[in-house]
């Protein structure tokens, strides 16, 4: 009974650490009485729990606001020095690592371009990886005692049984064990989730999804998918393969998918596809500057034009689907492609979800573009180790943790 009693004494005190810590985390700066807002925990509780992060250095003062007739509040924020989180982005075209503080501010990058020649293979995804997260630990100076852990976006499903493996049936990965690869050379802890949920999740907290409880966040870059926000969380499915936009039928005995299946969504609008449908197929390395030429030329090459058009009523019809079937009140696109072609097309694509949706729920979605750029995949990667930070769990604990050791 005594030692019930003392869990949950143990339990709440967690609970309103982590409450307040969120709540800072995802809207700084802040004063004790807006947390206190914020969190419905009491003034009491809110100071106590404060002084105890103050004490810690994971929480400062950054500076004073006045309040109405009272003294000065002081204004609190993250300590950005106390800790660092890497995200990775496994893009199609490129392997992203960047270092974040505690603030979410960008201390430095490494950006790897694939090689034509040995594209997607899964030793040297690991090897950028790796030389990645040794190259923004030493540009930015930090110790690498600090890092908190290094969140990984991957191009596919991902396993969580015994060990991690990522399946991905277009870059030819099957069940590869990628935790398992990269744990011989780094012992920083490894969480893994898919790049359009890590995506989905840095436009929620910090971008065009702020504020949403049911989003969909798509994702197009040399393919397409897309993250399912529920109730304010990403919706995994049964083995996390849940939201796999891209492989969705749009053209009965359409056009072959990289996937291998005939008419995917993925196969009309994913940059590989729409250069294909142009004539100028692209290796992965050379799609980007492809595609933006193309946009370019649609001003006067009618093919342009006609195959940007084509593609916008694809994408819409697509994004209708998701309307019909989830009833999101915003629909995000993003990804590299995703926000090249919505910096042209988004009225046309608008159109399209509206002649391939009903009514009603259409009325209620707006569709925006993502606000964080191509690098949201890897921002959104490194928020994974910080939500186990700012649950207490990141040294361990908890169904999804890994192992922690040892940096080397
Ligand atoms: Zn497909």
């Known amino acids: 009974m005594l030692d019930r009693k003392r869990g949950t004494v143990r339990d709440l005190r967690r609970e309103n650490r982590a409450a307040v810590l969120w709540s800072l985390y995802l809207s700084q700066p802040r004063s004790r009485y807006e947390l206190s807002e ?18 810690e250095g994971i929480v400062i003062e950054t500076g004073l606001e006045e309040s109405d007739g009272g003294r000065p ?71 690498s005692g600090a890092i908190l852990g290094v969140g990984i976006g991957v191009p596919g499903i991902i396993e969580r049984g015994p060990e991690v493996l990522v399946h991905s049936q277009t870059y030819g990965w099957d069940a590869v064990p990628l935790w398992r690869l990269l744990r011989a050379h780094t012992g920083l802890p490894l969480r893994f989730d898919n790049g359009a949920n890590t995506m989905g999740q840095a436009e929620l907290w910090f971008g065009a999804g702020r504020g949403a409880r049911n989003a969909v966040v798509v994702l197009i870059g040399s393919g397409v998918g897309a993250s399912l926000i529920s109730g304010g969380a990403t919706y995994q499915g049964a083995t996390s393969s849940a939201a796999e936009f891209g492989h969705v039928t749009v053209v009965m005995g359409g056009r072959k998918c990289r996937c291998g299946l005939i008419g995917c969504l993925e196969a009309y609008v994913g940059a590989e596809a729409i250069l294909e449908r142009y004539g100028r197929p692209m290796a992965a390395n050379d799609q980007e500057g492809a595609l933006a030429e193309l946009i370019d030329a649609a001003g006067t090459s009618p093919l342009a034009a006609a195959i940007l058009d084509e593609t916008a009523q694809y994408l819409g019809a697509g994004i209708g689907t998701l309307i019909n079937l989830f009833n999101p009140e915003r629909v995000v696109l993003g990804g590299w492609a995703g926000l090249l072609l919505g910096g ?33 995949v890897a921002l959104g990667a490194a928020t994974l180790p910080m939500e186990s930070f700012l649950n207490g769990s990141w040294a361990g604990g908890g169904p999804r943790a890994q192992p922690r050791l040892t940096p080397r």
């Open 73 to 143: 509040r002081a204004i609190l924020g993250m300590n950005p020095g106390y800790g660092y989180v890497i995200g990775v982005d496994i893009g199609e075209t490129r392997t992203r690592v960047e270092l974040f503080d505690l603030t979410m501010t960008e201390r430095a990058r490494a950006e790897y371009p694939l090689d034509r020649a040995v594209e997607h293979d899964v030793n040297v995804v690991v090897e950028q990886i790796v030389s990645g997260v040794n190259a923004v630990i030493t540009d930015s100076g930090v110790d």
């Open 38 to 55: 914020a969190t419905g925990l009491s003034a009491a509780s809110v100071t106590n729990v404060v002084r105890e992060l103050i004490d």
């Open 344 to 376: 042209s097309l988004l009225p046309q694509i608008r159109e399209s979800a509206r002649q391939h949706s009903l009514r009603h729920p259409f009325a209620a979605t707006s569709i925006e573009l993502g606000r964080l750029g191509p690098g949201a």
